[in-house]
């Protein structure tokens, strides 16, 4: 019993590390996820289900850790608008 709930810890893990991705966030509006405000990584970590966002401080944009699969970052075969930004809602 114990052997089986370490595999499917295991599992748990390994496809955490697998489906997860590294980058800049895109918004819906296909602009990046822009940090004027201070708590906006801090909401777009809960709202993209990132394990951990920061503002990097020469793009003023989110730069996310974990992030699923399905969600947009810049490189992902085009180039971000720079001249909107997301507000956190």
């Known amino acids: 019993m114990k052997t089986f709930i ?6 748990m893990v390994i496809d955490e590390v697998v489906e997860s991705k590294d980058g800049f966030l895109v918004g819906s509006d296909g602009c ?3 940090c004027y405000a201070s708590d906006v990584c801090e909401n777009a970590t809960k709202s993209f289900n990132a394990n951990e966002c920061y503002c990097n401080a020469i793009y003023l944009a989110c730069y996310c850790y974990g ?12 180039i ?3 001249h909107q930004y997301y507000n956190g809602k």
């Open 6 to 11: 370490l595999f499917i810890s295991c599992l």
């Open 32 to 34: 990046f996820v822009k």
């Open 67 to 78: 992030l699923p699969s399905d969600v947009k970052v810049s490189g992902d075969d085009y």
């Open 80 to 82: 971000p608008c720079d």
